[in-house]
């Protein structure tokens, strides 16, 4: 049970977290924070969070536990901010989508006080934002990747993992640099080819006869394509070497590809396309055989 | 009312066509034929044809419309065979993804009965393949572009579209060379895009880690690259001048991008970000407020 909660941004990924404690019962209160007061406000109307403060000094007066829920780059001028306010028995946690750049700005601004922070990553999300897409759901059965500093007390790790835990979410653990090789292969270069394509496709002169045939193959490529630019700006700037080499690679993969499509060599793409297909399914397939078993879950 | 109806390759798109006129009671029997004896089986099992044929000489006989939905490289080959059956009073037609190799082939293939043959595309599918697939409803709604030819009764062109619409769709009216370009860019080049980032992913070294953590967003960008590999082989091979002209695009846009990234210009990447994220919620709008509207049909 925690007794407060501090929710810095409180959108979607905020949101569903202070909205999934609350329906575990896991928290008496949670406190809103953030730098857009319409935001803040309805959150407070949708009862995500029992109040809204604006100055750190009062939020964090007796906090358990603190989530960072904005983009990436305002993890050190966040921390930065609530560091002269931060009590020794509370625990700092985030949830952006990269971690090598956020423990390197949490370092550099909470020094000794790093014990203090635990980074995460919840993997879930929608190409919605604010407080009015946030669900008590959001995390249910979904990963949260854990990347513990080594100044972190096991029992702070296990704290942040058992508010996630409530939430419905399954505890995973990697180190900064392989969580951030993983998310630029699988996350984050998708990210930039969906908006390359629609950009691309935008930027045509007959852009609206393209868009008027475009189904719902086009739809689900570029749902992504949906998500905040701020948000995804930052988070490919703060994974630039990891996103370069995974962009490098697909653009040699594209540039093979193109060469078997001047050739007309159908054999080597056909082999290219199955290839892809199989892996696909032998994925979907382990997906589907997972969610059919009992998740593990521990809500202690 | 239509009293014979071939249907040349049984699987999601024939298949589909099938019920669609059975529901509408457009069509007195239908008459499956293939090169998969396992699928016109199994489509006589699940009703979708209430006869097979392995010879066109019988299928065709007293036909009046014959469709033909098997990969587009097929379509010279199977206008070949039929031909020498083909009565005056018969309608050919077909769902294939490409327009000027089809229009190329039919014409190579029927010479002066090229004016029995009206070139279609509906555009709906999923990234199932068989009869099993196949539903009632895959057109409802959906467009289907007919690239009509010179030589082409109105009429006839007109009971193509009536069979179409019977099955819920909205005809659309392109040229075989515009329909080219503009499947090129919001159909071709994302599907080689969605197989060419799965064959990426699975070929590295540590592709299982990879997987466990590609979530919703990867997903829905790759489910395309789930669909049949021989008929986007052949989609890609036929509409190649098309289609490397939009991968060049593309690989341009990239490798703006990718400088943008070296060079840490986070405003610029924004810039992109925004610009897609901004014509893509355009573009969803468009859908919602066209599908909000009865939808313009023609059953006769």
Same mark, same amino acid.
């Given at each position: 049970m925690l007794d407060k909660v501090v929710i810095v941004g409180v959108g979607l990924i905020g949101g569903s977290f202070a909205l999934g404690l609350k329906r575990a019962g896991m928290v008496r209160e949670v406190v809103g924070i953030g730098r857009h007061p319409e935001a803040?406000?309805?959150?407070?109307?949708?009862?995500?969070?029992?109040?809204?403060?604006?100055?750190?000094?009062?939020?964090?007066?007796?906090? #358990?536990?603190?989530?960072? &829920? *904005?983009?990436?780059?305002?993890? /050190?001028? +966040?921390?930065?901010? $609530?560091? @002269?306010?931060?009590?020794?028995?509370?625990?700092?946690?985030?949830?952006?989508?990269?971690?090598?750049?956020?423990?390197?700005?949490?370092r550099d601004a909470l020094k000794d006080r790093v014990h203090q922070f635990v980074p995460g990553h919840?993997?879930?999300?929608?190409?919605?934002?604010?407080?009015?897409?946030?669900?008590?759901?959001?995390?249910?059965?979904?990963?949260?990747?854990?990347?513990?500093?080594?100044?972190?007390?096991?029992? #702070?790790?296990?704290?942040? &993992? *058992?508010?996630?835990?409530?939430? /419905?979410? +399954?505890?995973?653990? $990697?180190? @900064?640099?392989?969580?951030?090789?993983?998310?630029?292969?699988?996350?984050?270069?998708?990210?930039?080819?969906?908006?390359?394509?629609?950009?691309?496709?935008?930027a045509k002169p007959h852009a609206d006869l393209l868009f008027q045939y475009a189904a719902s193959?086009?739809?689900?490529?570029?749902?992504?394509?949906?998500?905040s630019p701020e948000m995804w700006r930052d988070i490919s700037l703060a994974n630039r070497a990891a996103l370069l080499a995974e962009l490098d690679a697909y653009l040699a993969q594209l540039t093979s590809m193109r060469a078997m499509l001047a050739a007309a060599d159908g054999s080597a793409l056909e082999a290219v396309y199955t290839n892809a297909q199989r892996a696909r399914r032998a994925w979907i397939e382990a997906i589907e055989a997972g969610s059919a078993r009992p998740q593990p879950q521990d809500n202690t």
């Open positions: 803040t406000a309805r959150a407070l109307e949708l009862g995500i969070v029992d109040s809204v403060s604006t100055a750190y000094e009062d939020a964090l007066r007796g906090a #358990d536990l603190v989530l960072l &829920a *904005a983009p990436v780059a305002q993890t /050190g001028p +966040i921390l930065a901010a $609530l560091l @002269p306010h931060l009590e020794e028995g509370t625990i700092v946690t985030d949830a952006g989508s990269t971690k090598c750049d956020v423990v390197s700005a949490a919840p993997i879930a999300g929608s190409e919605s934002n604010g407080p009015d897409a946030a669900l008590a759901g959001l995390y249910e059965g979904k990963k949260v990747v854990l990347t513990a500093l080594h100044e972190n007390s096991q029992q #702070d790790v296990e704290r942040v &993992a *058992a508010a996630w835990r409530a939430c /419905g979410a +399954i505890i995973h653990t $990697l180190s @900064p640099e392989d969580h951030d090789r993983v998310f630029a292969a699988v996350s984050h270069l998708p990210h930039l080819l969906a908006y390359a394509l629609v950009d691309d496709v935008a193959g086009f739809r689900d490529f570029t749902r992504i394509a949906g998500s």
